[in-house]
């Protein structure tokens, strides 16, 4: 087993993530910066995949599997109390962006595998999107994730060069740190400059 039950993650994990991002300036567009927030999220996802792998190895049983999701989703999806308006909403970007990874991991460890291409399942998020369909986009990116752990297909960052900046660009580009997670499930180690 990688971690003790409800070790997966931890709030104090996340918490030295959210002190280190309030103590730094933060610039999106800053080669730095962008490296800190993807490695923020590539940690989430990283728990998540040795949660769902710990699940497929028969360490975990399904209503263990989804107890310690919901733990890691509950750290991670808490409002985040910053005085820098500019950075919460740069990690509300964040927590945007690995909402799909949860509800993808909570339908593949359910027994739900989609069966339509990955790119199929993106384009059909983004129409939805486009009809204010939120919930229905959501939907047809965490099928998408299904697939990505079922490991039946790999994203293609292609399908994202199509995409409008949105909801469902977020939620790809979470679903592409699941990606590298589940292929390379390295710790980001949080020091790391």
């Known amino acids: 087993m990688s971690a003790p039950p409800g070790e997966y993650y ?3 994990r996340w918490q030295n993530w959210i002190e280190r ?3 730094e300036d933060i610039d999106p567009e800053d080669e730095d910066s962008a490296r800190l927030l993807l490695n923020l999220q ?3 996802a990283i728990a998540v995949a040795k949660i769902v792998t710990d699940y497929e190895d028969g360490e ?3 209503d263990e599997t989804l107890e310690e999701l919901a733990k890691v989703r509950e750290i991670v999806l808490e409002e985040v109390e910053m005085d820098d308006e500019e950075k ?3 990690v509300d970007g964040v927590q945007t962006s690995l909402v799909c990874v949860f509800y993808a991991a909570e339908e593949y460890v359910a027994g739900e595998v989609a069966e339509a291409p990955i790119a199929d399942l993106i384009g059909a998020a983004s129409d939805a999107e486009e009809n204010d ?3 229905a ?3 047809y990116c965490a099928k998408a994730g299904t697939r990505i752990f079922a490991d039946e297909e790999e994203l293609s960052m292609d399908v994202v060069d199509d995409l409008e900046f949105g909801l469902v660009a977020e939620w790809v580009n979470g679903l592409d740190s699941l990606q590298t997670a589940l ?4 710790v980001v180690e949080e020091d790391d400059n």
């Open 21 to 23: 991002i309030d103590a």
């Open 133 to 135: 369909d939120v919930d």
């Open 137 to 139: 986009a959501l939907g």
């Open 88 to 90: 919460v909403m740069v």
């Open 60 to 62: 975990l049983q399904e």
């Open 183 to 186: 292929s390379d499930p390295e």
């Open 42 to 44: 590539d940690d989430a």
């Open 10 to 12: 931890t709030d104090e």
